[in-house]
């Protein structure tokens, strides 16, 4: 059976997509294979963090709160034909992707100055930046994600020319819809990472798109709605990652 009955399955209500065996465990998230070859299903976990998991803790109801936010985004940004891996939300804590072949860079997108672009350029936090910034780090926890270029990722062969121009190109279209999706939510997006992923030739944004991932402050009082809350002990985590869910799924 191919997934196209499943998912026809899926919205009758007729669970036919197992889950099938963990697949890969990370800080944040657990991978497991599916009943459908070339799918797996994302469950998202309440565990954090942060300084390459130096800092770790538990942030009640993150699991369903980052789910939430990731499948609104991920369906919002398919609508303007960005290739994401979401297929579907299956439960508060999971959904259902597309299997990809992770390319290990971290693509981070700046449009206001904050966290280590501020230490290493010596810039004010909340400094908008002129033209947004897009950097690559590479996924490597032991070597703490160091800063790379396109050159490296060439040499590495973690990538050829074509898929990072690729990715660089759906970067900059994500960073533009979604900094005018939160501006209108009084939001800004004030920086936040992505990963990508091979799907035969196709490029495909993966991973997830949830306060763990992005800076968004309030407009009018630069409240802080994210993982820096976490980070910097500023309290109120749980309640300001509901906060900003419902500014998102709700509105
Ligand atoms: N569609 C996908 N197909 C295959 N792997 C994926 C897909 N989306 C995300 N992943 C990978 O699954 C893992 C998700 O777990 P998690 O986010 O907890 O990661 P992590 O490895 O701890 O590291 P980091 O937090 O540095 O990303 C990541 O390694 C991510 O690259
Ligand atoms: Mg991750």
């Known amino acids: 059976m191919n997934l196209n009955n499943a998912i026809i399955h899926l919205i009758t209500g007729e669970i036919?997509?197992?889950?099938?065996?963990?697949?890969?465990?990370?800080?944040?998230?657990k991978m497991y294979l599916s009943s459908e070859e070339g799918y797996l299903i994302q469950e998202f976990k309440d565990d954090a963090t942060a300084f390459n998991g130096t800092k770790k803790g538990v942030i009640p109801h993150k699991g369903e709160i980052n789910n939430a936010i990731s499948s609104f985004l991920f369906e919002y940004l398919e609508n303007y034909h960005i290739p994401?891996?979401?297929v579907e939300k299956l439960s508060s804590t999971e959904m259902l992707v597309r299997k990809l072949e992770i390319i290990p860079i971290e693509i981070v997108m700046r449009n206001v100055a904050a966290g280590s672009l501020c230490a290493r350029y010596?810039?004010?936090?909340?400094?908008?930046?002129?033209?947004?910034?897009?950097?690559?780090?590479?996924?490597?926890?032991k070597l703490h994600d160091p800063m790379i270029n396109e050159y490296h990722a060439?040499?590495?062969g973690?990538?050829?020319?074509?898929?990072?121009?690729?990715?660089?190109?759906?970067?900059?279209?994500?960073?533009?819809?979604?900094?005018?999706?939160f501006d209108r939510r009084n939001l800004i997006l004030v920086d936040f990472k992505m990963e990508f992923g091979k799907r035969g030739l196709e490029i495909n944004l993966g991973d997830e798109i949830s306060p763990d991932t992005c800076r968004i402050w309030d407009k009018r009082t630069h409240k802080?709605?994210?993982?820096?809350?976490?980070?910097?002990?500023?309290?109120?985590?749980?309640?300001?990652?509901?906060?900003?869910?419902?500014?998102?799924?709700?509105?």
Not at 226 to 249: C, N, P, Q, S, T
């Open 84 to 86: 994401t891996h979401f």
């Open 122 to 141: 010596n810039i004010p936090e909340g400094t908008i930046m002129e033209y947004p910034v897009l950097e690559h780090y590479l996924k490597d926890d």
């Open 158 to 181: 973690h990538a050829n020319p074509e898929e990072m121009h690729a990715i660089s190109r759906i970067a900059a279209k994500v960073n533009a819809i979604l900094k005018s999706f």
């Open 16 to 29: 036919t997509l197992q889950k099938k065996e963990l697949l890969y465990e990370g800080k944040a998230k």
């Open 224 to 251: 802080k709605l994210d993982k820096d809350r976490f980070r910097h002990d500023m309290g109120g985590v749980e309640k300001a990652y509901a906060e900003l869910r419902d500014r998102i799924v709700n509105s």
């Open 154 to 156: 060439y040499a590495f």
